[in-house]
């Protein structure tokens, strides 16, 4: 990844050589800008995501933490910024068996991890004791333990 979600995780300001359509180096910009303009987005899709779980009332059920996957999830020092807007743990999703998905794109971590489930044969449709996004939480915790 070029760019990073925190402006203090850019150690060397290493420049970026930004293609044109026709693949010939049009511009370069430094990673510093780059991530200048990324980290107010990550912060803002993170405070909107907390409005939307305080405001489902699912704070409680996060009190363990946030576990953050997908290609996003990539970008150095997200952890730092989501801690800091959920104000709780966070924790980077990683595939844990690393030699059958040793190349994989973690971009695509969230589906995978759930057609792991799905092809474990595990039952979809067990009545949940509490409510459909609290047993979804439950079963993501499962995938990542």
């Known amino acids: 990844l070029y760019g990073a979600a925190n402006i203090n995780s850019v150690e060397h300001d290493q420049p970026i050589f930004i293609d044109d359509i026709n693949g010939r180096v049009n511009k ?5 800008l780059l991530t200048s303009i990324i980290e107010p987005r990550v912060e803002e899709i993170l405070q909107h995501i907390d409005m939307a779980i305080r405001e ?22 997200i952890d730092t910024i ?14 844990t068996d690393t030699e059958e998905y ?5 971009t695509y971590l969230t ?23 609290s047993s979804f939480l439950t079963k993501v915790r499962e995938l990542f333990a």
């Open 28 to 32: 370069q910009i430094s990673q510093r």
């Open 111 to 133: 589906a995978v991890g759930l057609v792991r489930y799905a092809l474990n044969g595990k039952d979809y449709y067990t009545q949940p004791t509490e409510n459909i996004f």
């Open 102 to 106: 040793e190349a994989f794109d973690h």
């Open 56 to 77: 489902a009332g699912f704070t409680d059920i996060l009190s363990a933490g946030v576990i953050l996957t997908g290609g996003t999830a990539m970008l150095k020092g």
């Open 82 to 95: 989501a801690e800091q807007i959920f104000r709780l743990p966070v924790k980077i999703g990683k595939i």
